[in-house]
């Protein structure tokens, strides 16, 4: 298992990134605490379990899996870094009474009989948004889950990586040093699927402990409102993935925009015909050098600084047809050089838009980091930015206490907050709208320049006076 960065939370609600890369992952190997002695370090009880690539391994596995019991450990590794698709390469199961089983997906044409196995089951997990999409794709859905690495966060733990928690809560320290490893290699090594069967090893003694402490800091049905959720996970789509392409910023006009943009889609469908990782045919680097240039032909193209990689020269072809349709796209074809969004505006635009809409941001920004520090919990599990700055820009029209207290629930709870969250944050929104507009009333009229005359001299000028 690759776990996403541990980032102590943040002291702003706009500094949050809410969207989630499952290509884009790093790995805590941060000591829980740097000063103590080193933990023992953890190995598997039973040994290395053979892997399972055979129709009647994964039947046998299958049957000790379904008479086991409690909940079940699950992780999944992939080719991050490796290979376009997200596919799993392995999946790695762990239940009391059952042992731990490694299976190869890529071995079977269907994994039936181990979804018959789940069925019922809770699953623990790490990071279930990383693992979930690609245990769907092979047909496998949770009934219920528990995700060690949300508990961590719900609870404040400022490290939320698996082997910090391990370490922190179990007492044993990780092997990670082939969390970067190509899982699509075959065959796999067998020091590589001793790492991945410590992935699960002491899961659900974490998930127990874990568990017991959200009862006890009364935060057990927050925990089960996330978990639900999580369930129907799916991986939000990006739009204009372009957009994303390392050094934009140095890009200038609409015309060199519309050549990243070509340049990128080819490599896009290049990579996910070769199923590889799109940096691995030409890094974005290359992609900017390129539309920076603008060359017209190969020759040109060969003589731009900076354009290398390993498709560089093999798809010259491909780079300058995408290159000359950029050039001869109609002006009003060519991408705005800001994405168009379906949301409202940056905070840092809506004291120019809105001045009574930033003042309600700023007001309920401070409140809800308030709740933040008071619950012990990161703020962007708390509410997501974009769900605070979608209310406050557009809240409802009602100032009535209690109907504002009513829409505001409505209305958060219909983007998709969880009613804890909604609980907690709905009334301090409330009331952020409800201050931002007395403060409103309160403010003064500008005075009038000496360059602006002043209300009742426009009328004299108006009516013809020149009293």
């Known amino acids: 298992m690759t776990s996403p ?17 499952v290509a884009d992952e790093t790995v805590d190997e941060t000591p829980a605490d740097p000063e103590a002695p080193p933990a023992p370090l953890l190995v598997l009880a039973d040994g290395l379990p053979p892997l399972i ?39 790695q199961l762990r239940r009391n009474g059952s042992g731990t089983g490694l299976v190869d997906p890529v071995a079977f044409d269907s994994l039936a009989p181990l979804a018959e196995a789940l069925e019922g089951t809770e699953w623990i997990l790490h990071a279930a948004t990383q693992d979930l999409p690609c245990l769907t794709e092979v047909g496998l859905h949770p009934s219920a889950l528990f995700d060690t690495e949300l508990a961590g966060r719900l ?26 490893a190509d899982w699509s290699t075959r065959p796999l090594p067998e020091s590589w699927l001793e790492y991945a069967a410590l992935d699960v090893e002491v ?65 896009d469908e290049l990579a996910e015909r070769r199923d ?29 600084k900076g354009f290398h990689g390993r498709g560089a ?4 072809a491909r780079w300058v047809d995408a290159l000359t349709e950029a050039a001869e796209l109609a002006e009003d074809d060519l991408p705005s050089r800001s994405p168009r969004g379906d949301g409202p505006p940056v905070p840092r635009a809506w004291a120019e838009k809105d001045p009574v809409a930033a003042v309600r941001l700023q007001l309920a920004r401070e409140a809800v980091l ?41 209305q958060l709870t219909a983007l998709g ?22 403060l409103a009333e309160t403010v003064p009229e500008p005075a009038p320049t000496a360059l602006e005359p002043a209300p009742e001299d426009q009328d004299d000028e108006s009516d013809g006076s020149g009293s």
């Open 203 to 267: 899961l659900v003694e974490l998930r127990d402990l874990l568990a017991a402490e959200l009862e006890e800091t009364g935060k057990a049905e927050w925990a089960r409102q996330e978990f639900d959720a999580l369930r129907s996970f799916t991986a939000t789509p990006r739009v204009d993935a372009w957009r994303r392409t390392s050094g934009l910023h140095r890009v200038r006009g609409r015309r060199a925009l519309a050549a990243v943009k070509a340049l990128w889609e080819t490599r």
């Open 5 to 21: 960065a541990d980032t102590p939370p943040p002291d702003d609600l706009e500094a949050v990134e809410t969207t989630v890369d």
């Open 370 to 410: 308030a709740l933040s520090a008071q619950h012990s919990i990161p703020v962007e599990n708390l509410l997501t930015p974009d769900t605070l700055r979608r209310t406050l820009w557009s809240p409802p029209e009602t100032r009535d206490s209690g109907d504002l207290l009513d829409a505001v629930v409505d």
């Open 276 to 304: 590889v990782t799109p940096g691995r045919i030409v890094p974005d680097s290359a992609i900017i050098a390129a539309a920076v240039a603008m060359p017209t032909d190969r020759a040109g193209l060969q003589g731009v």
């Open 313 to 316: 020269e093999r798809y010259a």
């Open 417 to 438: 907050a969880r009613a804890w969250q909604v609980a907690l944050t709905a009334p301090v929104i409330a009331t952020a709208v409800l201050e931002a507009d007395r």
């Open 53 to 91: 690539d055979t129709e009647a391994a994964l039947v046998d596995y299958c049957a000790r899996l379904a008479a086991g019991t409690g909940p079940v450990a699950i992780d999944a590794e992939r080719a991050s870094g490796y290979r376009y698709s997200g596919r799993a390469y392995l999946i």
């Open 155 to 180: 609870l404040g733990y400022p490290r939320v990586g698996l082997a910090t928690l391990v370490e922190t809560l179990v007492g044993f320290r990780m092997k990670k040093e082939h969390s970067a």
